[in-house]
């Protein structure tokens, strides 16, 4: 039979970035609780950046992660949100603290932005 120990597990970030950017469902429009319109692909631009992740070694692109604010953001994805870079976010003292993983801080930010409504509506919605 194949092995499935921890070894053969789906890495995180790999997992998460086919969830937000691959999927189906990764285009499809919702709004927000707080009126903005957004795809969970632009969501996860929103929060790396659209090259914040490199998807051969599946790792966090750290020195593209600080130059987040040369994208080309449409405007109602920053309007009334905090739009701290990623790198900032890293670099806190509370994350190094709590001993976060970078994983950790980029799942923390999608779910404190419009993401909070899918993944609660994913989480109650039967199986």
Not at 30 to 55: C, K, M, P, Q, R
Request: proline content about 6%; some cysteine; overall charge negative.
């Amino acid at each position: 039979g194949e092995d499935y120990g921890i070894d053969s597990l789906p890495l995180p970030l790999r997992s998460m970035y086919g969830e937000h950017c691959w999927s189906v469902e990764s285009q499809g429009k919702f709004t927000s609780a707080y009126g903005i319109e957004t795809t969970a692909h632009a969501e996860w631009d929103f929060v790396l950046g659209a090259n914040g992740v490199d998807i051969v070694h599946w790792q966090l692109r750290h020195e593209l992660s600080a130059l987040q604010s040369d994208r080309d953001l449409p405007s109602p994805l920053v309007r009334g949100r905090n739009a701290a870079h990623l790198a900032d976010l890293l670099n806190r003292p509370e994350r190094k603290l709590a001993n976060l993983r970078d994983v950790e801080v980029i799942a923390l930010r999608l779910m404190t932005g419009p993401m909070y409504q899918m993944y609660q509506e994913a989480a109650r919605s039967p199986t």
